[in-house]
């Protein structure tokens, strides 16, 4: 039996490990962008794929009641849309939210390409 099946399966599964790993990171780093996470509370922002970016947002209210929030920006050719919680519901973002988009993901980049630097000189 030959064992080169394993090895591109075992290959294949840590190369999917690192890349979740990284996008973890990222959504970390993103989450934190717009000020501290106030305690109890989980924020992500990130960048899925080239046309996909995802702001996610959990804690409890204060009736302890779990509470998330997850909104999915797509860009498209004519534009921005986002949905909300996994709903097919879409609508174009107004003027004002694509600004703050755009600049929430322009600051995404710097931060995200200065912790790789820093990863990379730490190395």
């Given at each position: 039996m030959s064992i080169l099946p394993k090895i591109i399966r075992d290959e294949a599964t840590r190369q999917q490990e690192i890349k979740s790993e990284l996008l973890r990171r990222e959504a970390e780093?993103?989450?934190?962008?717009?000020?501290?996470?106030?305690?109890?509370?989980?924020?992500?922002?990130?960048?899925?794929?080239?046309h996909t970016w995802i702001w996610h947002e959990e804690w409890n209210d204060a009736q302890g009641i779990h509470r998330a929030v997850t909104t999915r920006y797509d860009i498209r050719p004519s534009g921005v849309i986002k949905s909300q919680?996994?709903?097919?519901?879409?609508r174009r973002l107004s003027q004002e939210e694509a600004t703050n988009l755009r600049n929430a993901?322009?600051?995404y980049g710097q931060h995200v390409d200065a912790y790789y630097v820093q990863q990379l000189q730490a190395a």
């Open positions: 780093i993103g989450g934190k962008l717009f000020g501290p996470v106030p305690k109890g509370h989980h924020r992500q922002f990130f960048c899925l794929d080239k919680d996994g709903q097919n519901t879409f993901m322009v600051m």
